[in-house]
Nanobody
């Protein structure tokens, strides 16, 4: 069976840190673009961090410098570390993977998609 399972997230005060992991089974992240998407309540999904096949990392401007995406191929796991969180980061976070992840992608628009994990940042 193909599964993508997230863990991590939770609640934190502003300025705090959280992290996620996303482990795949039934397929390998190696050779795919992998990323993290978030959906703020009432809004569309936004791809916020992406790792290209060659290891290049890219981020949306409002998370660059605070968030870090990584991939451990030995564990077939994607990670997202988030620092200096603000209430504006409150959202459901999803991991995603596919041949191409577009910066304009919406929820579910990738072949592999995590179950979603809530992050709540209080002021």
């Amino acid at each position: 069976d193909v599964q993508v399972k997230e863990s991590g997230g939770g609640s934190v005060r502003a300025g705090g840190s959280l992290s996620f992991s996303c482990t795949a089974s039934g397929f390998t992240f190696d050779g795919l673009q992998v990323g993290w998407v978030r959906q703020i309540r009432g809004q569309k999904c936004d791809l916020i961090a992406k790792r290209e096949r060659d290891g290049y990392l890219d981020y949306l401007s409002f998370v660059r410098g605070r968030f870090n995406i990584s991939l451990d191929n030995t564990k077939n796991t994607i990670y997202l570390s988030m620092n200096n969180l603000t209430p504006d980061d409150t959202a459901v976070y999803y991991c995603a993977a596919g041949n191409r992840l577009s910066w304009t992608m919406d929820c579910g628009e990738s072949p592999y998609w995590g179950q979603g994990t809530q992050v709540t940042v209080s002021s």
